[in-house]
């Protein structure tokens, strides 16, 4: 029924009714009415489960998340209530209705208001629930008892007055007062169902343009994979070792610039610092991705992917080439460069209402994580702008437009692109060896002497005492039993510290032997002590033969108490060749023994 109020304009009256009944939802906490629903609001229902027909007015949109889950939102019309229905129940009997979809699980839902049968499900009172038919509920949250209940009480209104008990009528002067806000409601869903189209038909031009989704889930696939493989063979799933992460090929300095393992700059970006860090990449990875994936192309994307994980590695390296660098998040900082980077390209072809929050999304996206970059020391940074910049180049040489008209031309100018990107990288790679190769050679050098100087100083640790002993027993030995004028007598007189000096050598010679070094000289040293102090024992060894069988042979023979004091005194002297060596080659400040 359509009357003509001023202006000689037709208000439908059932839509002005219905405008009418819904304002009893005003001053609802998250209940947005129309005319006046937030755009961005609007955009997000659009996106998921609203669907506007050509016979309908959009009245309300109800967030009560606060548009952190447009998908637990609803929205009223004139003539249906749409809604997100995650829970796979079944859909309340539509008849057809154009609103509805198919019924599987997670999927956007429209019924009639005349098919509807509101009431509040009490099951629990502190979440109340709005059930719309036997079986089929909607949470709106915590605390949202007094909307529930407006809202079943509007539902009620409009499904009795739907199915034929229209006996409200409007008075001339609220047909009036409604009049300009009706047409001012009938312009935002307009403009919504406007935008609803564009959405609609960006979404079937993306589709078309790529039906299937390959690489972003075969990425994420493999990224798994190789955390669990390394969690398996022993690897921290928190808080991996540093060198396990080298191990399995993390962009590391020294070995991609020193030992020439380019492959790490690939290598890296399919690692990642524990469960965390790749729980939270796989999630902006498979957010970003399908979007990205769509808009390119698959090889495109994967070019895309991998050229912007090693732009990524390679500022990494240029910024601090002696951190070990692991993380998809270069590649997908590309990602959303390469979608700056085709909104640039595209910001003419694209609708204005999937245009803008594309663009604000990427936006922020990258704004947010520079911001908490700043604030975390441990974030690479380096590797989030290299990949984000690189990215976008990619996005202005391998866009194509929309919609896909595929040709040969079009695809040898995207291979041509990506060849010059490569190479492009491949000569930056180079630049930036050169320059920090000086640095790690340095580093090198400097890291080397420190391990040097640790190994020296450990050994000294456990020699020094063994040193001490056989410096001390050495000293009585060459007072005692002199060399050029040694009798009997002097031997017999001194039986007693003989025995105790052998029995201190034996000592000493135990403790030598236990010492254990890696370093090739360390080892040398070690060997010359412990040939001294096994030289130093055969020689008291002799004299104590001597007591029992005065033989001079015991004495000045080739095997007696003279020989093996000099071939003790020469392995001393080896020694001390060695020591000093060592210092000398790895640059060591000498230290009195």
């Given amino acids: 029924m359509e009357i003509l109020p001023q202006g000689g304009q037709g208000v439908d009256v059932w839509d002005a009714f219905a405008m009418a009944e819904c304002q009893s939802l005003r001053g609802f906490k998250h209940v947005y009415l129309a005319p006046g629903i937030p755009p961005k609001l609007l955009n997000a229902a659009l996106r998921t489960y609203l669907v506007l027909q050509p016979d309908e007015l959009l009245l309300a949109v109800v967030d009560p998340s606060g548009g952190m889950s447009p998908r637990k939102g609803l929205a009223l019309t004139t003539r249906r209530l749409y809604w997100w229905d995650s829970t796979g129940s079944p859909a309340p009997a539509a008849g057809g209705e154009p609103g509805s979809r198919q019924k599987r699980r997670g999927q956007a839902r429209a019924a009639a208001y005349q098919n509807l049968s509101p009431r509040v499900s009490q099951r629990d009172t502190s979440a109340p629930k709005l059930e719309l038919v036997p079986g089929l509920e909607v949470n709106l949250g915590r605390r949202s008892c007094e909307l529930v209940e407006a809202l079943v009480k509007f539902l009620q209104t409009m499904g009795s007055a739907a199915r034929g008990d229209f006996s409200r009528q409007l008075s001339p002067d609220a047909l009036i007062s409604t009049n300009s806000r009706l047409f001012e409601v009938a312009q935002e869903t307009a403009l919504a169902r406007a935008g609803q189209g564009e959405l609609r038909s960006f979404g079937?031009?993306?589709?078309?343009?790529?039906?299937?989704?390959?690489?972003?889930?075969?990425?994420?696939?493999?990224?798994?994979?190789?955390?669990?493989?390394m969690v398996v063979s022993g690897v921290s799933a928190f808080d991996p070792d540093p060198e396990a992460l080298v191990d399995w090929g993390a962009n590391f300095g020294p070995r991609v610039v020193l030992d020439h393992q380019a492959w790490r700059l690939v290598a890296g970006m399919f690692l990642h610092v524990g469960f965390?860090?790749?729980?939270?990449?796989?999630?902006?990875?498979?957010?970003?991705?399908?979007?990205?994936?769509?808009?390119?192309?698959?090889?495109?994307?994967?070019?895309?992917?991998?050229?912007?994980?090693?732009?990524?590695?390679?500022?990494?390296?240029?910024?601090?080439p002696q951190m070990v660098s692991v993380g998809a998040s270069g590649a997908i900082f590309g990602l959303f460069g390469a979608l700056l980077g085709f909104l640039v390209v595209h910001r003419n072809a694209i609708p204005a209402?999937?245009?803008?929050?594309?663009?604000?999304?990427?936006?922020?996206?990258?704004?947010?994580?520079?911001?908490?970059?700043?604030?975390?020391?441990?974030?690479?940074?380096a590797a989030h702008l290299g990949g984000l910049a690189t990215g976008f180049v990619?996005?202005?040489?391998?866009?194509?437009?929309?919609?896909?008209?595929?040709?040969?031309?079009?695809?040898?100018?995207?291979?041509?692109?990506?060849?010059?990107?490569?190479?492009?990288?491949?000569?930056?790679?180079?630049?930036?060896?050169?320059?920090?190769?000086?640095?790690?050679?340095?580093?090198?050098?400097?890291?080397?002497?420190?391990?040097?100087?640790?190994?020296?100083?450990?050994?000294?640790?456990q020699i020094s005492p063994a040193l001490t002993d056989y410096d001390d027993s050495n000293a009585v030995v060459n007072?005692?039993?002199?060399?050029?004028?040694?009798?009997?007598?002097?031997?017999?007189?001194?039986?007693?510290?003989?025995?105790?000096?052998?029995?201190?050598?034996?000592?000493?010679?135990?403790?030598?032997?236990?010492?254990?070094?890696?370093?090739?000289?360390?080892k040398k040293m070690v060997e010359f002590v412990t040939r001294a102090q096994e030289e130093q024992l055969g020689a008291l060894d002799a004299l104590k033969r001597y007591l029992d069988e005065p033989d001079e042979q015991l004495i000045t023979g080739p095997g007696g108490y003279v020989a093996h004091s000099e071939a003790a005194s020469k392995n001393t002297k080896s020694f001390l060749e060695q020591h000093d060596a060592f210092i000398k080659d790895n640059g060591l400040t000498p230290q009195a023994r």
Wanted: proline share 5%; glycine share 6%; hydrophobic share 50%.
């Fill in 204 to 229: 079937r031009a993306i589709l078309a343009a790529t039906p299937r989704l390959v690489v972003t889930p075969l990425v994420a696939l493999v990224c798994v994979v190789v955390y669990v493989a």
């Fill in 276 to 320: 965390l860090h790749i729980l939270f990449n796989m999630w902006c990875l498979l957010s970003a991705g399908p979007l990205v994936e769509r808009l390119f192309g698959n090889v495109a994307f994967a070019a895309i992917y991998l050229l912007a994980g090693i732009g990524g590695s390679i500022a990494s390296l240029g910024a601090h």
């Fill in 353 to 381: 209402s999937v245009l803008k929050p594309l663009r604000k999304s990427a936006v922020g996206f990258v704004v947010y994580n520079m911001i908490i970059g700043a604030m975390v020391p441990m974030i690479d940074m």
């Fill in 394 to 461: 990619c996005g202005l040489l391998l866009q194509r437009p929309l919609p896909v008209e595929p040709s040969v031309a079009s695809a040898l100018r995207r291979i041509g692109m990506a060849v010059t990107i490569a190479a492009g990288l491949v000569l930056a790679s180079n630049f930036v060896a050169r320059h920090v190769e000086g640095e790690l050679r340095s580093a090198e050098r400097v890291a080397s002497s420190q391990k040097a100087a640790d190994s020296f100083n450990h050994l000294l640790d």
């Fill in 479 to 522: 007072r005692l039993f002199p060399r050029q004028r040694l009798s009997k007598s002097d031997v017999q007189a001194k039986a007693k510290t003989l025995q105790e000096l052998i029995s201190r050598a034996h000592a000493n010679l135990e403790k030598l032997q236990q010492i254990k070094v890696e370093h090739p000289t360390l």
